[in-house]
């Protein structure tokens, strides 16, 4: 999915009109949503992942696991999906992941786990995501 650029949001005071409170405090405050609580951590519905913010493709269903962390994982984004920041908050080296479209936080990838032969997790908050079902899903 396309998505038309010139139709985002400019400012912080305009993206917290479009989303709800939880959404801008996760999406564009970088923050985390209560592990086991996001609608998609149990999910299994074959579709794509898009941004919530934005609407940009991210992530395939194919490439979603069970890491048992409490968020959604998957071990692979969409070509082009993600941009990637260093994360020096809380005492730690994370890579933080954000939307390439509309620059809104969405979790973080952790690679060395060896969860899946990719050996990445990216651990995404529901609340950053919608989830498209695959036709006859």
Same mark, same amino acid.
């Given at each position: 999915?396309?998505?038309?650029?010139?139709?985002?949001?400019?400012?912080?005071?305009?993206?917290?009109?479009?989303?709800?409170?939880?959404?801008?405090?996760?999406?564009?405050?970088?923050?985390?949503?209560?592990?086991?609580?996001?609608?998609?951590?149990?999910?299994?519905?074959?579709?794509?992942?898009?941004?919530?913010?934005?609407?940009?493709?991210?992530?395939?269903?194919?490439?979603?696991?069970? *890491?048992?962390?409490?968020?959604?994982?998957?071990?692979?984004?969409?070509?082009?999906?993600?941009?990637?920041?260093?994360?020096? *908050?809380?005492?730690?080296?994370?890579?933080?992941?954000?939307?390439?479209?509309?620059?809104?936080?969405?979790?973080?990838?952790?690679? &060395?786990?060896?969860?899946?032969?990719?050996?990445?997790?990216?651990?995404?908050?529901?609340? *950053?995501?919608?989830?498209?079902?695959?036709? &006859?899903?």
């Amino acid at each position: 999915m396309a998505v038309d650029k010139s139709t985002l949001p400019t400012t912080e005071d305009e993206w917290r009109v479009r989303l709800s409170p939880e959404e801008f405090r996760v999406l564009r405050q970088a923050g985390t949503e209560a592990p086991f609580t996001g609608e998609y951590v149990d999910t299994k519905t074959p579709g794509l992942y898009h941004c919530r913010a934005c609407g940009a493709e991210l992530f395939s269903s194919d490439t979603k696991f069970d *890491s048992h962390c409490g968020w959604p994982s998957f071990d692979e984004a969409l070509p082009g999906a993600i941009r990637y920041v260093e994360d020096r *908050s809380h005492g730690m080296v994370r890579v933080e992941v954000r939307c390439a479209v509309c620059d809104s936080h969405l979790g973080h990838r952790f690679d &060395g786990e060896h969860y899946t032969p990719k050996n990445a997790r990216y651990c995404i908050n529901s609340v *950053s995501m919608t989830l498209e079902p695959r036709a &006859g899903a």
